[in-house]
């Protein structure tokens, strides 16, 4: 492994290594479009893991989770952007798509919610409830799941960019 | 949208005599509905059994939160309004995410329980795996390797082609094979973890490229089908209760017109002189040793007929002998020494067997060494090697 490289701002250096952007109008004419680009995206950044095969399986897993809270966005127009980037064992998703006002204010609160410490107590009462999981819990699934740390950041226009950091060689045998 | 989109990737089944619901396969539905014959399959099931219900979902590739959320909701309000009934889910250690998912449910309800079945894969396969063994592991590749590497272009190996080594123990031969014939690419899989971070640890050292080493289960790969244009697994169908499981997998793995190649023994037929009746009979019952932990050390000369009735066509079948003269005659010894220790030693006491039969039983090994160490000794261990082709 090459040497850690940091900001000025003292936060490691997360190299790029791919990225696939979509109209949103494209992305949500079709479901399967998440299971793709998962499944491509997993594949293409497993390639130099300890386990190629079962990281991207992993990634795979948690990413498509990704895709298809994106896919239930309600803002027909603009641009999705899925951006991975390394730095060690850890790797991140930048998704930034389209969304109402209103929706930025529920992701907002919904990843506030995760980093709280009742986290998985809220994802085992999802799993035992009545309702489908709802965007809050997948976005809770990741971090009880795959030990994922989420927060949202500013993007152009009316868009909203979800950072999800995934320690998935951790989680390897 | 492709045909393909409109086709099911997943397979929900039930089976009456086992208790089992099984469901295999990406399932990634946009809405429940998508999933209603699986569902109506489990509730079915559920409404069936008695004692336990068996969930397998070893075979699951991926499930998204919704279909996940759907099954678990059954599962759970099957439980309260049935507290007789025990769930056990059956996951898969090789599919990373299942057990952490589904292992969730026994913490909501205490009459689901949630077990990895890999521990028990390969039922006498601890034998051969403990840390001593390693360097006998490759003083035996080292020893076959001589053969080996000018009969593989016989089988379809050759430069810049993408190829597997399935059960590919400590990984040496991955790596004999990278630095001879170049491959393009290797995948190398193996469901002992310790033998996999043994094979990393030798490519760091060495600074070699181009093996993915991945863990996996030989007969539940999940490895995409038709990737590959050699296929090699070697002296592992042997061990294995059930081979043909297996050579589903390497078919399945295997591009059409590829070849898949496996070596395996027909320890029976391991010789030497002198000593030869002595050394003959050690190795009958070595034979039937495997036997009794369903291991079929006599494959070899089977190879034909597994990799016909596996549907393979073109199919080339060789022998060749490593023999006390190949090199260092004390390699093969040592070789038969690290047999003894762990046939004459954990196998033989494992079986119950007496000390006047591991006597003799020990002793056959010693006349192997003699043989093999004898200045005018020969000792050899035939192996089979066969390839056959999926068809275009």
Sequence with gaps: MGPVHHDLAGEPTFEPMIQIDMEIRTFVSAWRHCDYVSTYMARMISQNRSDSVRHSNLFSSAFNELLEVAFRTRHADGALACRVSRHGATDRIELTFPCLPEERQFYEEAVSQVAGFEARERYLNSVSGDLAPSREIVLLELAVDYNATLRVEEADGDAIKLVVDLPLEGLQH | ?392
């Design chain 2, 1 to 392: 949208m492709s045909p393909n989109d409109l086709l099911p990737r997943f397979k929900a089944q039930y089976d009456a005599n086992n208790q089992e619901f099984s469901i295999s396969g990406v399932v990634r539905p946009q809405a429940i509905d998508e999933l209603g014959p699986s569902i109506a399959l489990l509730r079915d099931a559920i409404g069936r059994v008695r004692g336990v219900l068996y969930v397998n979902v070893r075979r699951l590739t991926q499930m998204n939160n919704a279909a996940f959320h759907a099954f678990s909701r059954i599962i759970i309000d099957a439980c309260r309004a049935r507290p007789d009934l025990k769930f056990v889910v059956i996951t898969s250690s090789v599919v990373g995410w299942t057990s952490r998912k589904f292992g969730r449910l026994s913490g909501i309800e205490p009459n689901v329980t949630v077990e990895e079945y890999d521990s028990q894969f390969y039922p006498g396969q601890g034998f051969l795996e403990e840390g001593g063994f390693v360097p006998i592991l490759r003083t035996q590749t080292k020893m076959t390797w001589r053969h080996e590497r000018a009969i593989l272009p016989r089988h379809g190996m050759r430069p810049g082609i993408v190829m597997a080594d399935i059960c590919c123990g400590i990984g040496d031969f991955a790596v004999l094979v990278q630095k001879e014939f170049q491959p393009s690419r290797i995948v190398a899989l193996d469901h002992s973890i310790s033998s996999l971070n043994y094979a990393r640890r030798v490519m760091r050292e060495f600074d070699i490229r181009g093996i993915e080493y991945t863990y996996g289960d030989a007969s539940e790969m999940l490895l995409d089908e038709a990737q590959f244009d050699l296929v090699t697994c070697r002296h592992s169908l042997q061990i294995f209760n059930r081979p043909e499981l297996i050579l589903k997998e390497l078919y399945r793995i295997c591009k059409p017109g590829g070849r898949v190649y496996i070596t395996n023994e027909k320890n029976s037929h391991c010789l030497g002189e002198p000593r030869a009746e002595s050394i003959r009979w050690t190795y009958n019952e070595v034979a039937k040793l495997f036997g009794h932990f369903e291991m079929d050390v006599e494959l070899g000369p089977k190879s034909r007929r597994y990799l016909m009735e596996a549907g393979f066509e073109d199919i080339r079948v060789e022998t060749f002998m490593v023999t006390n003269l190949d090199g260092d005659p004390q390699d093969f010894a040592d070789v038969i020494a690290a047999w003894a220790d762990v046939y004459a030693g954990e196998m033989a006491t494992r079986r119950g067997d007496g000390p006047e039969f591991v006597a003799r039983f020990r002793q056959g090994f010693q006349d192997h060494i003699f043989a093999a160490l004898h200045p005018k000794g020969y000792a050899g261990w035939p192996i089979w090697v066969a390839s056959g082709r999926r068809p275009q």
